[in-house]
C-alpha cells in the first residue's frame, strides 16, 4: 500500500540517495550469493582440485597424468568432432545466411530462416539423438530408402549413424543455425553502398568480397567458429543419446567419472574438468577479443 | 555534341511509375544537377545511368556509344555516395587506390595517382588514416577522390552533401565544383536543396512525379519558372489569385486591386481565375510610382531573420512576402500597419495549369 | 544477380533437405509401431505410460519453479544494476555469461563435490534437497537468457523516470518493483519462461547425474529401451519446443502493442 505523505525517517534506500553507495549492494547480495554458490564455488572446488592430491596437498602429478594416452586420445577425438563441426558448421551457416540476406531471394524466406535458426539449437539433446537414428540409423528411413530404391546398402559401406561421422553429421544441426543466427546481423551491416561502390569502381563479386566484405567479415567468421567449437565440445546429451559410452568423448569421460569413479582417481576427473574449462574459456575469450576488434574498427 | 544522352528512360517498381519519359542530353564538361523532392525520381534516373538499375525502356549513351547493357562495372563511371561509402578496412590512400588495383595498373602508376589525387582534395597528409578517424566532409572529399582516380567519363554524385553540417555543405559543394571545372568531366549532381543546385549547377533539371518540369540554367529556372511546381520548389514564391479582366491588356484583379501583367499575356484567359507568381525580392515597401504595379495591404507578419527582414502583407484573401536588408539604423515596421506595396509588370509571373471557374 | 539467385536457390534447398529430413523421418518413424500399417499407437503407449507422465509432470514443476524463483532472483537485481549500481554491471553480465562458457557437466560436477552428503551444505542427501539443486542448476543455465531478455526490456521502458515518478508520488521500493516494473517486463518475463520451459524440459545432463527423475532421464531410457516410442516422444518434445519458441515470436511481435497500452 502505497502511502501520499512518505516518511523519510526510514533508511530505505530507494529515498536515502545520498547514503546509496553503502546499501545499494544489498540489492544484487541475493544474486552474488547464488552466483557464488552455484557458478563460482563449484567451478573453483574442481579448478583447486586439479591442483590437489587425495590428501589436499598441492600438486602437479594430476596434470601430468592428463597425458596419459587414453586421455590425450579421448580430448583427441573431441577435439577433432568439434572442429570438424564448427568448420563444417561455419561454412554452410555462412553460405545458409548469405542465401538468406544478399542471396536475391523473396523476401518472406528471412523471417523464415531466422524462426528456424532460432528454434533449432533448442533440438539438441536426446531428441536430436532419436531423429538421426530415425533418418540414418540402421533401421532408418533414409537407409531403408537408399536400399529399396538405389539397391545401397549403406551400413555395408562402412557408414554408421552411431560413429565419429555420423556425431559430427547431428552436431550441425544445432551448429549450422547458430552460426546463421550469429552471421545474419553481421551481414546486415555490410552496406549495399559499399558492394556498388565496389562495382562501379570496377570490381566484380571476386574483389568485393576478397578486398572489402571478408576482411570485414573475418573476426565474425573466426570468432563463431570458435563459439560454435566451445558448443561442440561441451555437448553431452546428444552424444551420449546418439553413441551411447561408444565415442571416447572427454564429456562422455565425465559423465562416467561423475557417474561412478571410472578413473578411481578423484583428482584426475578435476584435472580434466580443468582442461576442458581451459579449452572453452579460451575459445569464448578469442571470440570475445575478436568481436571487440570488430566493433572498434568498424564503427 | 551531347556526351551524354539518357533516352525516354522508364521505370517502374510494381505499381509506381517512378521515372516517367526521361529525355535529356548533357555536353561534355557539363555540370547538370537533378533537383526535386523525395520521391520525384532523381536517385532512381541517377541509379540507372550508373547501371544499378535496369530501365525498364530507353537507353543510355556515353560518348555515342550505347551503355544500357553494360554492367555497373563495365561503365567507367565515377560515383559519389550520400553515405560515402568509403571502405572501413581501408586506409584512405587504398581507398583512393582500389579502382586503379582493380584495374592491376603498376604499384607505381597507383602511388602517384593517389597522391595527386589527395592533392585535388586536399588532404595529402590523412593517407595513412581510416575513414572512421576522419569528419564526414574529410570522408566525402576522400570519396570524390576515390570515384575520380580512375578517371571517369562521367562522375555521379547522389545527394552527397545531404549527411552534413550546413557550413560544411556551402564549402565543399564550392570544392566539387572546383575540381570538376579543373578536371572539365561530365557531372550529373542529384540533390533537394535547390540552394545547392542553384549555385553550382551549369544547368538544372527539375523534376516532379516522376517526370521533367522544366530544364535551364539557374536563373532561366529562377526568374522564368515555366510550371508552378518549378516556381514554388526553387526558392521562396507568393503564389496570387487573380481574376483576368482582359486578357490581350494583361489586366488582372487581385482582391478587389487592379494590377498588370506584361509577360506571358498569352497564357491569360479573360473572366477566368488564375495563379500568378511574385519573387519576395521583386516586391518593394511603398509607392513605387508610375509603371509600376501597386496593392494595398497590412502587416500581418514580420521575420527578423539577421541580414534579412522578412515581411508579409495580407490583401484580402491573398498574402505577399516580400524580404527586405537589415538595417540597423530603421527599426521593422510594425504590426498592422497600412501599407502600400510595389513591384514591376514584368514579374508578375503567369502560372500555368490553374484556371478554374 | 540471377547467377546469385540460382546458387541461393540451391543452398537453401539443400539445408531444407537436411533440415526437413530428420523431422519427417521421426516422425514416420514414429507411426510405425504397428507392423504394415501407420498409427499413433506409438504416441497412446507414451502418452499413457504412467512414467512419461510423472517425469513430464516433475520437469514441468520444476521448469514452472525455476521461472519463478530465477525471475524473483533476475529482476530485482536486473533493477538494482540499472538504477543504482551502474559499476557492478560489467560484474554482473560476465556471471550472467559463465554459464554460455563453462559447460553444465562441469558444473554439475562441482555440484555433486561440493553438495554432496559430506559436506557443509548437504544438499544431495534427500531427494527433496537434490530437487532444489536441481532448480538452483536449471535457474543458472537459465540465467544468460533471462537476465538478458530483462535487461533489455528494462532498458526501453526507462526505469529511472518510471522509479522517480513512483517515489514522488510516495511508493516504497517493494510496490514500486510489483507495481511499477513488473507489469511492464511483462514480455520479457514470459518470453524468458518459455524458453526456460523448452530448456528444461528437454535437460538431460544434469538431471540424470544428480539422478533426479525428470523427463530428460526419462527419455534416454525410453530410447535405449523401446524402437518407435522415442520417436513419438521426439516429435513430442519437438512440437512442445516448437510451440513455446513460437509463442515468443509473437509476443516479440506484439510487443510495441503491449507496451503502448501499458501507458
Known amino acids: 500500500m502505497t502511502q501520499v505523505f512518505q516518511e523519510t525517517a526510514s533508511p530505505n534506500p530507494a529515498l536515502a540517495p545520498t547514503r546509496a553507495p553503502s546499501w545499494a549492494w544489498l540489492g544484487v547480495a541475493p544474486f552474488m550469493v547464488f552466483a557464488l554458490l552455484f557458478l563460482i564455488l563449484p567451478t573453483l572446488h574442481l579448478v583447486v582440485g586439479a591442483f590437489q592430491d587425495a590428501d589436499g596437498n598441492f600438486t602437479l602429478h594430476n596434470i601430468a597424468n592428463l597425458f596419459q594416452p587414453q586421455i590425450v586420445a579421448s580430448f583427441w577425438v573431441t577435439i577433432q568432432i568439434s572442429m570438424i563441426s564448427a568448420v563444417g558448421g561455419a561454412v554452410i551457416g555462412f553460405l545458409l545466411a548469405y542465401a538468406g540476406v544478399m542471396g536475391g531471394l523473396p523476401r518472406w524466406v528471412r523471417p523464415v530462416l531466422m524462426t528456424f535458426s532460432g528454434v533449432a539449437p533448442n533440438f539438441a539433446g536426446i531428441p536430436l539423438a532419436f531423429a538421426f537414428l530415425a533418418t540414418l540409423g540402421r533401421t532408418g528411413l533414409i537407409t531403408a530408402l537408399l536400399f529399396n530404391v538405389f539397391g545401397f546398402k549403406l551400413y555395408d559401406h562402412g557408414f554408421n549413424i552411431t560413429t565419429f561421422w555420423g556425431l559430427i553429421l547431428a552436431y550441425l544441426y544445432f551448429q549450422i543455425p547458430l ?113 571487440a576488434r570488430t566493433r572498434r574498427a568498424f564503427r | 555534341m551531347a556526351f551524354l544522352e539518357l533516352e525516354n528512360l522508364q521505370k517502374t517498381f510494381g505499381a509506381n ?99 595527386e589525387m589527395l592533392a585535388l582534395i586536399k588532404l595529402p597528409a590523412m593517407a595513412q588514416r581510416y575513414p572512421h578517424q576522419l569528419s564526414g566532409g574529410q570522408q566525402q572529399r576522400v570519396a570524390l577522390a576515390r570515384a575520380l582516380s580512375v578517371n571517369p567519363q562521367v562522375l555521379l554524385l547522389d545527394e552527397p552533401l545531404s549527411a552534413l553540417d550546413a557550413k560544411i555543405r556551402i564549402s565543399l559543394r564550392e570544392e566539387i565544383r572546383a575540381v570538376q571545372r579543373k578536371l572539365g568531366i561530365t557531372t550529373i549532381y542529384v540533390t533537394h536543396d535547390q540552394e545547392e543546385a542553384l549555385s553550382i549547377s551549369d544547368r538544372i533539371v527539375v523534376m516532379n512525379e516522376g517526370r521533367i518540369d522544366q530544364v535551364g540554367t539557374p536563373f532561366e529556372i529562377y526568374n522564368r519558372p515555366r510550371t508552378r511546381f518549378v516556381a514554388s520548389f526553387v526558392g521562396t514564391l507568393n503564389i496570387l489569385q487573380g481574376q483576368v479582366l482582359d486578357a490581350a491588356g494583361g489586366r488582372i484583379l487581385i482582391d478587389g486591386q487592379e494590377v498588370q501583367v506584361t509577360r506571358g499575356q498569352s497564357d491569360l484567359a479573360s473572366g477566368k481565375i488564375q495563379a500568378f507568381a511574385l519573387r519576395p525580392e521583386a516586391v518593394t515597401l511603398g509607392d513605387g510610382g ?52 510595389n513591384f514591376g509588370t514584368e514579374d508578375l509571373l503567369v502560372l500555368d495549369g490553374a484556371g478554374r471557374d | 544477380m540471377k547467377r546469385t539467385r540460382s546458387f541461393s536457390w540451391i543452398v537453401m534447398a539443400v539445408c531444407a533437405i537436411y533440415f526437413l529430413t530428420p523431422l519427417i523421418c521421426t516422425f514416420e518413424f514414429s507411426l510405425r ?17 504412467s512414467h512419461f507422465q510423472a517425469s513430464f509432470l516433475y520437469s514441468t514443476v520444476l521448469s514452472v519453479a525455476t521461472i519463478v524463483f530465477g525471475t524473483l532472483l533476475v529482476v530485482p537485481t536486473a533493477y538494482w544494476v540499472q538504477l543504482r549500481l551502474p559499476r557492478f554491471r560489467p560484474v554482473v553480465e560476465f556471471l550472467t555469461l559463465m554459464p554460455l562458457v563453462i559447460p553444465a557437466i562441469i558444473l554439475v560436477f562441482g555440484y555433486v563435490r561440493i553438495y554432496n552428503s559430506s559436506s557443509i551444505v548437504p544438499m544431495t542427501s534427500a531427494s527433496w534437497s537434490t530437487d532444489v539443486l536441481l532448480g538452483c542448476s536449471y535457474i543458472t543455465l537459465a540465467l544468460p537468457y533471462m537476465y538478458r531478455a530483462i535487461d533489455t526490456g528494462l532498458q526501453s521502458i526507462d526505469v ?50 544428480l539422478d533426479r527423475p525428470a523427463f530428460g532421464p526419462y527419455l534416454q531410457l525410453v530410447g535405449a529401451n523401446r524402437a518407435y516410442e522415442p520417436s513419438a516422444l521426439a516429435v513430442i518434445t519437438f512440437l512442445i519446443t516448437w510451440g513455446c519458441m513460437g509463442v515468443i515470436q509473437l509476443l516479440g511481435r506484439g510487443r510495441r502493442g503491449i507496451s503502448a497500452s501499458a501507458y
Not at chain 1, 552496406?191 to 562501379?200: L, P, V, Y
Not at chain 3, 522517480?164 to 519462461?193: H, T, Y
Open chain 1, 179 to 291: 552460426m546463421v543466427l550469429i552471421l545474419v546481423p553481421a551481414l546486415d551491416g555490410l552496406k549495399r553502398e559499399w558492394r556498388e561502390a565496389s562495382d562501379i569502381l570496377g570490381g566484380g563479386a571476386w574483389h568485393f568480397w576478397r578486398y572489402v566484405a571478408i576482411p570485414i567479415l573475418w573476426p565474425s567468421l573466426v570468432g563463431t567458429t570458435l563459439l560454435l567449437f566451445a558448443n561442440a565440445f561441451g555437448a553431452v546429451a546428444t552424444a551420449y543419446g546418439l553413441t551411447g559410452s561408444g565415442i571416447n568423448l572427454v564429456t562422455i569421460m565425465l559423465f562416467a567419472q561423475i557417474r561412478g569413479d571410472v578413473l578411481h582417481d578423484q583428482n584426475l576427473g578435476y584435472a580434466i574438468s580443468l582442461g576442458m574449462v581451459v579449452i572453452t574459456v579460451l575459445s569464448n575469450l578469442i571470440y570475445i577479443v575478436l568481436r
Open chain 2, 17 to 115: 511509375n517512378v521515372v516517367q519519359g526521361f529525355d535529356l542530353s548533357v555536353a561534355q564538361g557539363e555540370f547538370v544537377s537533378f533537383l526535386g523532392p523525395s520521391g520525384c525520381g532523381k536517385t532512381t534516373t541517377l541509379r540507372m545511368v550508373a547501371g544499378f538499375e535496369h530501365p525498364d525502356a530507353g537507353c543510355i549513351r556515353i560518348g555515342g556509344k550505347d551503355v544500357t547493357g553494360l554492367r555497373a562495372n563495365q561503365r567507367h563511371i565515377g560515383m559519389v555516395f550520400q553515405s560515402y561509402a568509403l571502405f572501413p578496412n581501408m586506409t584512405v590512400a587504398e581507398n583512393v587506390a582500389y579502382g586503379l588495383k582493380i584495374a592491376r595498373r603498376p604499384a607505381a602508376e597507383i602511388r602517384q595517382r593517389v597522391e
Open chain 2, 290 to 341: 508610375v509603371g509600376r504595379n501597386r496593392l494595398r495591404g497590412s502587416i500581418d507578419q514580420v521575420s527578423f531573420l539577421g541580414s534579412v527582414v522578412r515581411i508579409r502583407v495580407k490583401l484580402k484573401d491573398n498574402a505577399i512576402l516580400l524580404d527586405t536588408f537589415n538595417n540597423p539604423g530603421v527599426a521593422p515596421p510594425e504590426f498592422g500597419r497600412e501599407v502600400d506595396v
Open chain 3, 33 to 49: 509401431l504397428k507392423r504394415g500399417v501407420y498409427s499413433f499407437a506409438a504416441y497412446e503407449n507414451v502418452l499413457g505410460d
Open chain 3, 160 to 209: 529511472k523516470t518510471l522509479t522517480e515518478a513512483a517515489e514522488s508520488l510516495g511508493a516504497k521500493w517493494p510496490s514500486i518493483l510489483f507495481g511499477v516494473i513488473l507489469p511492464n517486463l511483462r514480455v520479457a518475463i514470459i518470453s524468458s519462461a518459455f524458453l526456460t520451459f523448452a530448456t528444461v524440459i528437454g535437460e538431460f545432463t544434469i538431471a540424470s547425474l
